[in-house]
Nanobody, 127 residues
């Protein structure tokens, strides 16, 4: 069974930076998609970024574009989310998910097609 584990959450001041990591188990083989999502209390889940492992193209939500970026370790099936210029509204529980390749070219931001989800890591941005 595929397992996805996030790490790296914490408390950071507004304008600061934080890096989250997501590692998928070895049972995730071949080509696949990995994505980052977030959900703040009382709000719907929001897709943050998406990448197909075989593709050089990263996808980002408009709300984080130019502030967040992805870094991959292809061998270790690790996907890092580098978050800079953090805002108060970036505070949320961040989830990593994995699914079939091709998701990122569709409506990935709703999370449909991602079959394997981590437990989440909390990011809190303080003023």
């Amino acid at each position: 069974q595929v397992q996805v584990v996030e790490s790296g959450g914490g408390v950071v001041h507004s304008g600061g930076s934080l890096t989250l990591s997501c590692t998928a188990s070895e049972s995730l083989t071949g080509d696949f998609a990995m994505g980052w999502f977030r959900q703040a209390p009382g709000k719907e889940r929001e897709g943050v970024s998406c990448v197909t492992w075989s593709s050089p193209i990263d996808h980002y939500a408009n709300s984080v574009k130019d502030r967040f970026s992805l870094s991959r370790d292809n061998v270790g099936r690790m996907l890092a989310l580098l978050m800079t210029s953090l805002k108060l509204e970036d505070s949320a529980m961040y989830y990593c998910a994995a699914g079939a390749p091709g998701i990122c070219s569709a409506s990935w931001q709703d999370g449909v097609g991602f079959d394997h989800w981590g437990q989440g890591t909390q990011v809190t941005v303080s003023s």
